[in-house]
């Protein structure tokens, strides 16, 4: 799909490519390694009930869905696309900064939704400028990429180890130290010029085209979505739920790094598990395993319990996510790619935000048990997804069989 070399026309890439690139990935995930875990307990500080602090979590999910597009698009037609990177770590930096001053739910709702607006186009401009690179001169996106998930991680840790002796109100500093980092990578980022195709964000503007519309594709992407979506209470409420239970900030900091440390691993050897498993095996264990996941959390595991289900992550997000990816790549052409990448991102988009506001209601209900709707949701998931294996047009096409390239 993606050219291991660089076409004959194209100059030499910019000085040190892969390492600005690694660096700019390191930015943003190191805001997000603060904010994910930590924001919801800072939230829970501020008296707010788990309702409230479910629409503040979800309704900057709605309004990324629409916002990163329209950026995606004006970053595309820009000269550069790292003009709107600086704009975007800029005026994140703001919100964080007026955020300081404020404590009660609508100037909260408010000033976090604008905040998540102006970063949404982040970290996929940056994903674009990458691909940039993998085309036009080879570079490897893995590598590249991976420096960004050993920046999460490295985060959530310090943050687990901060929230121990300053409690919560490390998370807004935190955060705007972060965003301090993207602008001044933003401003260290390679200039590749304006892109030689769309970015799968700026995808989202134009109608789909006609091989996205096939029902068996669509089933699959609403059901690994679905899946992904089903992940909302975890990132919403899991750090809470363990501070609660006594869970001191480092041990919630090693919680979420074990889930992310177990993707990362899976990313790694994904190459080698696509060559040995069908498609079909990595996206419906990934499915599976979601179902028993969500069933198993609310039990009283212990923290070694809690630290090999957050190694779960590996399969009910990394190795789902790659066979998804494999799968487009079969189905679809690589001029439609973009489309394809922003049908995904749209679905994950609007599924996790419906799936985060309704986690304030049935979290706020019933507490830790809460987690058995999450198990529905990625049983929903599941079954689109068996739909989608049995519609494929191989299997009807050849009497009930299912092709080896499959």
Not at 56 to 71: E, K, S
Not at 107 to 117: D, F, K, N
Not at 331 to 353: P, W
């Amino acid at each position: 799909m993606i050219p291991s070399s660089a076409p004959a026309s194209v100059g030499p890439p910019p000085r040190h490519f892969a390492l600005r690139i690694a660096l700019l990935f390191c930015a943003p995930l190191i805001v997000n390694g603060f904010a994910m875990p930590y924001f919801p307990m800072w939230l829970s500080t501020l008296s707010m009930s788990d309702f409230e602090i479910g629409v503040v979590l979800a309704l900057p999910m709605f309004v990324r869905v629409i916002t990163a597009p329209i950026a995606g698009v004006i970053a595309d037609r820009l000269g550069e696309r790292t003009i709107v990177l600086i704009w975007s770590g800029f005026l994140a930096l703001a919100t964080a900064l007026v955020l300081f001053y404020f404590r009660d739910f609508w100037p909260v709702l408010v000033i976090y939704t604008l905040q998540s607006a102006v970063y949404s186009p982040y970290v996929p401009i940056v994903e674009a400028i990458a691909l940039s690179g993998v085309r036009r001169w080879g570079f490897d996106y893995a590598h590249m990429r991976l420096w960004g998930s050993v920046a999460f991680i490295g985060a959530t840790m310090l943050g687990g180890w901060m929230v121990g002796i300053f409690g919560s109100d490390m998370v807004l500093p935190a955060m705007a130290i972060g965003f301090g980092l993207t602008i001044a990578m933003a401003y260290a980022a390679p200039r590749v010029g304006k892109p030689r195709r769309p970015s799968p964000i700026t995808a989202l503007t134009e109608p789909p085209p006609k091989s996205l519309k096939q029902l068996d594709l669509q089933l699959l992407l609403i059901g690994v979505t679905l899946v992904n979506a089903s992940h909302a209470m975890l990132f919403a409420f899991s750090a809470i739920y363990w501070q609660h239970i006594g869970y001191s900030g480092t041990e919630i900091g090693l919680l979420w790094s074990a889930g992310v440390a177990a993707e990362v691993t899976m990313f790694i050897f994904a190459k080698a598990i696509s060559r040995r498993f069908s498609v079909w095996v990595m996206i419906l264990s990934g499915c599976s395993l979601a179902v028993v996941r969500w069933i198993i959390f609310p039990m009283d595991l212990g923290f070694s319990g809690y630290f090999i289900l957050q190694c779960f992550h590996a399969f009910t997000y990394a190795i789902m996510h790659t066979g998804m990816q494999h799968k487009l790549v079969e189905r679809v052409v690589e001029s439609q790619e973009a489309s394809a990448q922003g049908l995904y991102f749209f679905y994950t988009g609007i599924f996790t935000a419906i799936l985060t506001f309704l986690s304030g209601y049935f979290y706020a209900w019933y507490g830790v048990k809460g987690f058995y709707s999450m198990s529905v949701v990625a049983f929903a998931g599941c079954c689109f997804a068996v739909a989608a294996w049995y519609l494929q047009p191989q299997r009807r096409g050849s009497g009930g069989k299912t092709s080896e390239a499959s």
